[in-house]
């Protein structure tokens, strides 16, 4: 069985006889045909192929297929953005009247697609700590509940997600967990080997690794079994009516069925299709992506120590020092490293927070994270503006919290520009 380190370098792809070696962009939206009938048994679900890239491209299925083996699950797809796999992996399964549990401490914008777009069309949610008690867990499902949601290393908060804890409470409702794994990536964490069931990543983060591309992954376990809540899961247990009557657990068995129902139902009326060229640009980034890695842990592991014996600053939240709160799930989770990015907060507040971060010369300020170049935000006063005192606390978020994505850069040479912003203030 291949290593990870192999699976980025060649997974997805093995070329044939005269082959391209690299992974070909198939810059089409349509493909050829000798018959109608031909053509028909691809509308029918009935044959393998392409008809029209907003559906399914050749190149986006290589790379996801990469992602799938990197990941160990048996089907995926890519998407347009994050956030395109975040609200596909819900709706996937929930529509109007149905309910969600989901960890509070994610993604400022995950936040608000699920506790605010989605509410408006008739989706409920129910935040809870990760940290929250089995009690407070178990309080949480409803008789309606369709699934569980976390992120492994929370953006921009850091905190470590008991991935088993929340499978298990998932599976004992009936419902899968579905894990964003974008900040751990599966270098560092493969949560179908804690439990979980579906995952998903913004590519556009370290898997791409450069500023490139804008994209997003779903990826299936193949392990949860909708069949056996077939009430539960009507969308892939019951006939398809929008697409010639197909039960999709049926036609493609547990292993197959939410991906093409995604990409059936919700990709064909929806669109957010991520463009070859841009998958063509991810593939060159997973090619790297467990060298990168190694290099963004051990520059934040060395920021973390750095900043946390500074006197300007409050606190530090980085699940690799062993005084973190989130160090024995880490160590559990992740012990190889969790990921490029430290949270903390610098002594006196957000007016010192903004004032430390226009000193910085080889961080640059930018609504962006896990690149391979070093870069800051201030999550309170960009991605996470729109949540209320309230909710910026439920996030993990305060208004001094810095988040600093440590790149690939000489790790002495991170810390001495730290130390001259930190002068300065």
Not at 86 to 110: E, K, L, R
Not at 186 to 204: K, L, M, Q, Y
Not at 319 to 346: E, H, I, M, R, W
Request: aromatic share 10%.
């Amino acid at each position: 069985m291949a290593t990870i380190e192999t699976k980025c370098v060649q997974g997805g792809y093995t070329p044939g006889n005269g082959e391209p070696r690299q992974v070909p962009i198939i810059q089409s939206t349509t493909f050829k045909y000798t018959s109608s009938a031909d053509m028909g048994k691809l509308f029918d679900l009935e044959a393998s192929g392409y008809f029209y890239s907003r559906l399914q491209n050749p190149t986006c299925d290589t790379v996801a297929a990469k992602i799938c083996e990197l990941e160990g699950g048996t089907a995926a797809m890519l998407t347009s953005s994050g956030q395109a796999a975040s609200f596909f992996s819900i709706f996937n399964i929930a529509q109007a009247g149905d309910h969600v549990v989901c960890s509070s401490c994610i993604y400022g914008g995950t936040f608000n697609l699920f506790n605010v777009t989605m509410r408006k069309m008739g989706l409920d949610f129910t935040f809870v700590a990760p940290d929250c008690t089995d009690e407070e867990l178990e309080a949480a499902f409803k008789p309606n509940t369709k699934a569980v949601f976390g992120e492994t290393v929370a953006n921009p908060a850091l905190v470590v997600l008991d991935i088993e804890r929340f499978a298990n409470a998932a599976h004992a409702h009936g419902v899968p967990l579905i894990i964003d794994n974008t900040f751990a990536t599966p270098v560092n964490c493969r949560p179908f080997e804690w439990g979980a069931d579906i995952v998903i990543h913004s590519t556009t983060k370290y898997m791409d690794g450069h500023g490139s591309a804008v994209g997003g992954c779903i990826v299936d376990s193949g392990k949860f079994d909708w069949t056996k809540y077939p009430e539960k899961f009507p969308g892939l247990c019951t006939p398809d009516d929008s697409y010639h009557g197909i039960t999709y657990t049926e036609r493609f068995g547990i292993e197959g069925a939410y991906i093409t129902k995604a990409t059936a139902q919700l990709m064909r009326d929806l669109g957010t299709t991520q463009s070859p060229q841009s998958a063509y640009l991810l593939n060159l980034g997973l090619e790297s992506l467990h060298l990168r890695m190694k290099q963004h842990c051990k520059n934040a592991q060395a920021v973390a120590e750095f900043l946390s014996a500074h006197d300007k600053i409050a606190w530090v939240k980085y699940c690799g020092l062993p005084t973190d709160k989130d160090y024995a799930l880490a160590q559990k989770y992740l012990p190889n490293g969790s990921c490029g990015v430290v949270s903390f907060g610098v002594q006196g507040g957000r007016a010192a927070a903004e004032a430390f971060m226009g000193h910085l010369k080889i961080a640059a300020i930018e609504t962006h994270v896990a690149d391979a170049r070093s870069c800051c935000l201030h999550p309170a006063s960009a991605t996470h503006r729109q949540l209320t005192d309230e909710e910026l606390v439920a996030a993990g978020v305060t208004p001094d919290l810095v988040r600093f994505s440590c790149g690939i850069e000489g790790t002495e040479d991170l810390i001495a520009d730290i130390a001259q912003a930190l002068d300065k203030i």
